[in-house]
């Protein structure tokens, strides 16, 4: 005890000490001031901020007002109401970050159920917004857009690249479970998004289990039907050898000759773009690259979620310190060896495919 007492006098000595200035002037020695770390838009710098919530203050305050009547107010575990913008800095910290869900409540004290709750209804109202920041681009961004593609690797007509990524769930509790366990074994979502040239996600679908191959998504998808009866003539979408060759979306060749080679190594420089995003995506928001444990809906929601936020930060021009290029290793050799499983490759498909071989590889 007699140690404790004198260190609580030496810290009253401290307190009392006068120190003199540069010009003899007597004053008392400055306190620290410690930052409120319960309001991150004044404690953090603006940098802190990004790395935290993968958008800037700005982005988020226009989301706030954004969702704001879509979030109730649920109560932390103390009864305590928590506003809008505490809901939403906490669910989008849970998908940046990944972390536990009771690891964020300590952080922002409240509650692991009360964390739970925010993910749940901020994801959701986030989604809401998917018509508004998740969409194909019309007019200039159009021709912007296809200019910008074939300016990747001189690929014409582009118009985005289209694939599938897997998303790992907990084996979810409805009836035939099975259906979302993947090829490589684990349950997942299968999610199909079509992307720009600037990693912008154009087209999400995140409602499919994890053993449904990424051609039947596509061609059950209203995106399909649209691009069917509205899309130009010279326009399409490069997809992988997992989808047929059709006049709207060009796969590889089996190369016979120099410019077939040309035209295939165009093509995998060019829809790699969509194997970028999703790289960019998962390392934005780590929670989707690990095993996402909420419900199945609740999943479905944070992924498109997730997509809008991440399209905000494109908007913004807010980068993360690599762009998910070192995460993809490009084996052409490998991907010319996949071709010849490719079925239902249309007439129509195959002339447009050669035609472009001719007049530009």
């Given at each position: 005890?007699?140690?404790?007492?004198?260190?609580?006098?030496?810290?009253?000595?401290?307190?009392?000490?006068?120190?003199l200035?540069?010009?003899?002037v007597?004053?008392?020695?400055?306190?620290r001031?410690?930052?409120?770390?319960?309001?991150?838009?004044t404690?953090?710098?603006?940098?802190?901020?990004?790395?935290?919530f993968?958008v800037r203050?700005?982005?988020?305050?226009?989301?706030?007002?954004?969702i704001?009547?879509?979030?109730?107010?649920?109560?932390?575990?103390?009864?305590?109401?928590?506003?809008?913008h505490?809901?939403?800095?906490?669910?989008?910290?849970?998908?940046?970050?990944?972390?536990?869900?009771?690891?964020?409540g300590d952080?922002h004290?409240v509650?692991?159920?009360t964390?739970?709750?925010?993910?749940?209804?901020v994801?959701?109202?986030?989604?809401?917004?998917?018509?508004?920041?998740?969409?194909?681009?019309s007019?200039?961004?159009?021709q912007?857009?296809?200019?910008?593609?074939?300016?990747?690797h001189?690929?014409?007509g582009?118009?985005?690249?289209?694939?599938?990524?897997?998303?790992a769930?907990?084996?979810?509790s409805?009836?035939?479970?099975?259906?979302?366990?993947?090829r490589?074994?684990?349950?997942?979502?299968?999610?199909?998004?079509?992307?720009?040239?600037?990693?912008?996600?154009?087209?999400?679908v995140?409602?499919?289990?994890?053993?449904?191959?990424?051609?039947?998504?596509f061609?059950?998808?209203?995106?399909?039907a649209?691009?069917?009866?509205n899309l130009?003539?010279?326009?399409?979408?490069?997809?992988?050898?997992?989808?047929?060759l059709?006049r709207?979306?060009?796969?590889?060749?089996?190369?016979?000759?120099?410019?077939?080679?040309?035209?295939?190594?165009?093509?995998?420089?060019?829809?790699?773009?969509?194997?970028?995003?999703f790289g960019v995506?998962?390392r934005?928001?780590?929670?989707?690259g690990?095993?996402?444990?909420?419900?199945?809906?609740?999943?479905?929601a944070?992924i498109?979620?997730a997509?809008?936020?991440?399209?905000?930060?494109?908007?913004?021009?807010?980068?993360?310190?690599?762009?998910?290029?070192?995460?993809?290793?490009?084996d052409?050799?490998?991907?010319h060896?996949?071709?010849?499983?490719q079925?239902?490759a249309?007439?129509?498909g195959?002339?447009?495919?050669?035609?472009?071989i001719?007049?530009?590889?």
């Amino acid at each position: 005890m007699a140690a404790y007492e004198q260190l609580w006098d030496d810290l009253d000595l401290l307190d009392q000490l006068e120190e003199l200035d540069a010009e003899g002037v007597v004053g008392r020695r400055r306190r620290r001031i410690v930052t409120d770390r319960m309001n991150p838009f004044t404690a953090m710098s603006d940098d802190e901020f990004m790395d935290r919530f993968r958008v800037r203050k700005t982005s988020m305050y226009d989301l706030i007002e954004e969702i704001r009547d879509h979030l109730p107010a649920p109560n932390d575990s103390r009864g305590c109401p928590v506003p809008p913008h505490l809901q939403t800095l906490i669910a989008i910290r849970c998908m940046a970050t990944g972390d536990h869900q009771m690891t964020l409540g300590d952080c922002h004290d409240v509650s692991q159920t009360t964390v739970s709750q925010c993910l749940k209804v901020v994801s959701r109202a986030i989604a809401s917004l998917s018509r508004h920041y998740i969409q194909p681009p019309s007019g200039n961004d159009l021709q912007r857009t296809i200019q910008d593609f074939h300016a990747i690797h001189g690929m014409p007509g582009v118009i985005g690249a289209i694939d599938c990524t897997h998303i790992a769930i907990l084996r979810p509790s409805v009836e035939n479970s099975e259906v979302f366990r993947c090829r490589k074994g684990f349950f997942s979502l299968n999610v199909q998004a079509v992307c720009g040239p600037d990693l912008r996600f154009h087209n999400v679908v995140a409602r499919w289990p994890g053993s449904v191959h990424d051609s039947r998504i596509f061609y059950n998808s209203r995106l399909c039907a649209d691009i069917e009866t509205n899309l130009n003539p010279r326009y399409h979408l490069l997809g992988d050898a997992d989808y047929a060759l059709k006049r709207y979306l060009l796969t590889v060749s089996v190369p016979t000759n120099e410019h077939e080679r040309a035209y295939n190594n165009s093509h995998t420089h060019t829809r790699n773009t969509v194997e970028r995003a999703f790289g960019v995506l998962k390392r934005r928001f780590g929670y989707l690259g690990k095993k996402v444990r909420t419900n199945l809906d609740t999943t479905k929601a944070i992924i498109v979620a997730a997509m809008v936020l991440h399209n905000i930060a494109v908007q913004t021009r807010l980068v993360l310190p690599q762009d998910g290029r070192d995460m993809i290793n490009i084996d052409i050799n490998a991907l010319h060896n996949e071709v010849p499983i490719q079925r239902q490759a249309n007439v129509l498909g195959r002339l447009k495919r050669q035609q472009i071989i001719t007049d530009y590889f």
